[in-house]
């Protein structure tokens, strides 16, 4: 079965960093687009980034953009999230999905696994 497991979150204060990870098994990795998703108390689930099976093409919505770096290593099944200059809004449960068709409008429902998240809290 499909196994979808974020880490890497954390409490940092704000202008700080945090890697996140995501190792999926399960599936066959390099055949499916991969996105980072969010989700903020009493907030709805908004994309932050996706890349396509290669690598070699992402997407940042604008929250992201200049501050977060998607990647990934094909070799070892892993996603990941580089996020610099942390913000207060960025307070999220953060999420990794993975859909077989590169998206850059990035809609929960369009993707097939989902992770259960890693929690990142920035502080004053």
């Known amino acids: 079965r499909v196994q979808v497991v974020e880490s890497g979150g954390g409490s940092v204060q704000a202008g700080g960093s945090l890697r996140l990870s995501c190792t999926v098994s399960?599936?066959?990795?390099?055949?499916?687009?991969m996105a980072w998703f969010r989700q903020a108390p009493g907030k709805e689930r908004e994309g932050v980034s996706s890349?396509?099976?290669?690598?070699?093409?992402?997407y940042y919505t604008d929250s992201a953009k200049d501050r977060f770096t998607i990647s990934r290593d094909n070799a070892k099944n892993t996603l990941y999230l580089q996020m610099n200059n942390l913000q207060l809004e960025d307070t999220a449960m953060y999420y990794c999905?993975?859909?077989?068709?590169?998206?850059?409008?990035?809609?929960?429902?369009?993707?097939?696994?989902w992770g259960q998240g890693t929690q990142v809290t920035v502080s004053s």
């Open positions: 399960g599936l066959r990795f390099d055949d499916y687009a």
């Open positions: 890349i396509i099976w290669s690598g070699d093409t992402t």
């Open positions: 999905a993975a859909c077989v068709a590169w998206r850059t409008v990035l809609r929960p429902a369009d993707f097939n696994y």
